[in-house]
């Protein structure tokens, strides 16, 4: 046998199954999405064996993209868990031969109290498939396996489908990189869809000081705000420089008078800076290229609307 061979084989197997399904989304999946968009509830994804377990994973991807849905075991709810299905709730099946029993069963149920109906479904002739209110075509040529009954292509072919319904979902629901970041708080995920915005010092918590201000007046507000920083603005409110405390220590040993001289003239013109709705790993890779701790925070008017500091980026876990 080989091994590297028989991989492929199936690789090859799968992805036609997948390229000719392609033909088969048609407008009876734009039905079937138009249904979960409007449902009032939440969707229900019910399926057994292998099924069941593809059934899972795409309840877990529509509730991560915005639209909550829950799995519901078919043996289960033959003994009580039916009852979770309320009248406001769609319910998408999924069995490849389309005469599940345990699945069949819960037809009554469905149709008695009004919930609609979805299934994706390997054959278009069978019960499920006619009993559905829409579904979706997900038969195939022959599984990957080499005995033909091992659930392999079927099981894929179901996963994609059941990821472009959960996709073009998203897309009509304008679901976006903010939603996804608030429902993804934990985790590499979340942590990559973090903004600046979301991360700076605002308002009275940035070091801001005008361009006139005496120096003395400077290292005071160094002092206050903690940052080791002071950001100077001009008369518009617009960034035009920055005095850090190691400029001070410079100052200081070149005996400068800080009382008669002003920001102005020590200042670092066109201070390194990130717009506010930039991500934070881009901040974080600023900061790091250079071996700086804080970074002036505009808008794309470049007016100041915060400061971030490296301190804010460790306690996201980031770095």
Known sequence: MDIVEAGR???????RAIESAI?????????????????????????????????????????????????LHPSEALHGDIGIIHPDDVVVALS???????????????????????????????????????????????EACPIGFVPTTS?????????????????????????????????????????????MHTDHEIPIVKEDLKMDGVIKTIDEKHFGVALVIDVNNQLSGIITDGDLR??????????????????SENPLHIEENQLAVEALKILEDHRITSLAVVDKQQNLKGLLHLHDLWRTEMI
């Open 9 to 15: 084989k199936v690789l090859k197997i799968e992805a």
């Open 155 to 199: 099981t894929t072919l179901t996963l994609a489908i059941g990821d472009a319904i959960s996709i073009a979902l998203m897309e009509k629901k304008g679901f976006n990189e903010d939603d996804f970041r608030n429902i993804h708080p934990g985790g590499s995920i979340g942590k990559k869809l973090l903004k600046v915005k979301h991360l």
């Open 250 to 267: 410079r100052l200081i040993l070149k005996g400068v008078d800080f009382s008669k001289t002003t920001a102005r003239e020590f200042m």
């Open 96 to 142: 490849t031969s389309g005469e599940t029993f345990e699945v069949i069963r819960l037809i009554n149920y469905i149709k008695r109290i009004g919930v609609k109906l979805i299934s994706l479904v390997g054959s278009p002739a069978s019960t499920l498939a006619l009993q559905s209110d829409v579904f979706i075509d997900c038969s195939i040529e022959k």
């Open 23 to 71: 033909q088969k989304i048609n407008q009876e999946f734009e039905k079937a999405v138009n249904i979960l968009f409007d449902t009032r509830g939440r969707i229900v994804i019910t399926g057994m064996g292998k099924s069941g377990i593809i059934g899972r994973k795409i309840s877990a991807t529509l509730t991560s993209t915005g639209s909550p849905a829950v799995f």
